[in-house]
Nanobody, 119 residues
C-alpha cells in the first residue's frame, strides 16, 4: 500500500511555470516506477512523464523540453516542473506509483490536482 499526496496545482498564464509535488508514504526506492498523468475534459488520461527507481526518465512528446520530472529521495517526493505552459496543458494531473512484481502488481493513484493555463 502506498499513499500519494499531491500539491502545487493552480491557475497560471500561458508561458508561466508551476511545480507539482507528489509525496509517497514509503521510500521511492521500493516503488518500481513513479509518474504523472493528466486528463483533459472529454479526453482519455494520458502519460506525461515517468521516473524509475533507478532514476531513468521518460516524457510524452508534447512536453519534452518544457517539463522535468525529478525526485528528492530523502523526502520520498517526486516533482514535475512545468515551464512554458500552454493552454493545451490544462487538465487534472495525477501522480501514479507502480509497485510489486510477478503476480502481485499494484497501481496507486493520487487524488489529482487541477492545472489551468489561461490568460
Amino acid at each position: 500500500q502506498v499513499q500519494l499526496v499531491e500539491s502545487g496545482g493552480g491557475l497560471v498564464q500561458p508561458g508561466g511555470s508551476l511545480r507539482l509535488s507528489c509525496a509517497a508514504s514509503r521510500s521511492i526506492f521500493s516503488i518500481n516506477v513513479m509518474g504523472w498523468y493528466r486528463q483533459a475534459p472529454g479526453k482519455q488520461r494520458e502519460l506525461v512523464a515517468t521516473i524509475t527507481s533507478g532514476g531513468s526518465t521518460n516524457y510524452a512528446d508534447s512536453v519534452k523540453g518544457r517539463f522535468t520530472i525529478s525526485r528528492e529521495t530523502t523526502k520520498n517526493t517526486v516533482y514535475l516542473l512545468m515551464n512554458s505552459l500552454k493552454p493545451e496543458d490544462t487538465g487534472v494531473y495525477y501522480c501514479n506509483a507502480k509497485t510489486g512484481s510477478g503476480w502481485s502488481l499494484y497501481d496507486h493513484w493520487g487524488q489529482g490536482t487541477q492545472v489551468t493555463v489561461s490568460s
